[in-house]
């Protein structure tokens, strides 16, 4: 049976898997390893989530046969600020925070032997919220410092957990005219911001021993088969 990677997270897990997506990408590259399992909510803060892990887990696998990781991707929503229009998504720091940790703890007491992987929030292009059919046109229903100071907190949680953690918030900031180039509504991945997530989950999976060399190969490779008996490959 191939091993389960689940990405479990908010919309920008959710659309992953569109066209340029960092869990298509994923997908591709374990084609033949493992299964990439899409468990993303759009709009979702911690806050709701936690309401509803019961619902989130039921069939993804059997609990016998635990994910080999899950990524856990919340925080984008979380960070809305309190008095804006998606100030009904927001969730205080501290309580995102422990709601952090009690959905590791969830996963963990249900899957031991599950990694578990957290993703910082993105970080924010307030001129590119502006423009968001979300917003009023005023004022950003987001900020990068908000952003930022809740990517701290999750580094925080993952490191007082020991549990891996990608900071995305940092990495993408790192790229020049990343606020454009990266976001396509200073929220939201372009295909080259979900190049870099993926490459970072990619690079964080071999880190935990989860890689295309350590994880093998669903049925015999085409080119190990015996081109004189080929059906001598299927009998083992």
């Not at 898997?17 to 590259?29: P, R």
């Not at 984008?76 to 009904?88: K, V």
């Not at 996963?107 to 599950?114: A, D, E, M």
């Not at 093998?216 to 490959?233: E, G, I, Q, V």
């Amino acid at each position: 049976m191939r091993p389960k990677l689940v990405l479990f997270g908010d919309s920008i897990t959710e659309e992953s898997f569109g066209e340029g997506g960092w869990g298509a990408a994923l997908a591709h590259h374990f084609s033949r390893t493992a299964d990439v399992v899409l468990r993303g909510y759009s709009g979702y803060n911690t806050r709701w989530v936690l309401k509803v892990m019961e619902k989130v887990v039921a069939g993804v696998v059997e609990d016998e046969n635990p994910p080999a990781a899950v990524t856990v991707f919340f925080g984008a929503n979380d960070a809305s600020l309190p008095d804006r229009c998606s100030g009904f998504q927001h969730v205080p720091i501290e309580e995102y925070q422990q709601n952090l940790r009690d959905i590791c703890s969830f996963l963990k007491k249900r899957w031991p032997s599950t990694v578990v992987i957290l993703i910082t929030p993105p970080p924010i292009d307030e001129d590119g919220r502006l423009r968001d059919p979300y917003g009023d046109g005023s004022l950003p229903e987001r900020t990068n410092e908000s952003a930022g100071v809740f990517a701290k907190a999750c580094i925080a949680v993952a490191n007082e957990s020991g549990i891996p953690v990608i900071d995305v918030w940092s990495k993408m900031q790192q790229f020049p005219d990343w606020e454009k180039s990266l976001l396509r509504d200073g929220l939201h991945f372009t295909a080259s911001g979900n190049r870099i997530l993926y490459e970072e989950v990619v690079k964080t999976l071999e880190d935990v021993g989860l890689s295309l060399k350590t994880l093998p190969a669903d049925l015999p490779l085409f080119s190990a088969l015996d081109r004189n008996d080929p059906l001598k490959s299927f009998s083992n």
